[in-house]
């Protein structure tokens, strides 16, 4: 994995850990009363924040237990990948892109576990979750797409072409990044000793294995 991110600075530690004792307690609020019963108020308190420190951060309840949305790294990362760096080969690079995206993205596994027993309890906010990943995955067939006519311009004449290429790939690659997210979460076999869920950077040792295993079997 390639280490894109340098340590964060004592100011984007604290910021990082107020937005995390912010989901911290609306999670928990919610766990424990249901969502209707919970207010801004009573999240503001467990967290130990105001109630403007709250919106600073989150617009909404309802944002504060959906969490922020999965985004592709725009800017040099995504232009680099375009370019065909750093490796050359599309699935290398590809995994170099997408370990920035989970560097970019609270990757707290309990965060994520207690995020996943609330929406299961809520149909509503589960698919306002649930389009967010289908955003994401918009945006990485986009950038694919993008990166297949650099590599074949000849794909420039016949879109529904480069749109079917793009868009199995995009799946793809979406399969393998679900795969290493199931295997952080859950702690398969063996891999739970050698890359501990905790480690900040556990997820993206997980996303390695996972593509060094699809290029395996394919």
Known sequence: MTDVNPTPGL?????????????????????????????????????????????????????????????????????????????????????????????????DRELVLERRKVLRQHPDLFARRSASLHEFESELTAVVSRRLLRDEPDLESDPAQLASRAQLLGLVIMAALRHAWAQWLEGAAGAADTHPADTADALGHHLDDSFAALRDLL
């Open 11 to 107: 100011r984007e530690r604290k910021r990082l850990a107020t937005r995390r004792a912010i989901q911290v307690a609306v999670l928990r609020l919610v766990a424990e009363r249901g969502y209707d019963a919970v207010t801004v108020e009573m999240i503001s308190r467990s967290a130990d924040v105001s109630p403007r420190t709250f919106f600073n951060y989150f617009p909404s309840k309802e944002d504060a237990v959906v969490g922020d949305p999965p985004r592709m790294p725009s800017g040099e990362p995504e232009e680099a990948f375009v370019r065909g760096e750093p490796t050359g080969e599309l699935l290398g690079d590809i995994v170099v892109l997408l370990d920035e995206a989970m560097a970019e993205n609270i990757t």
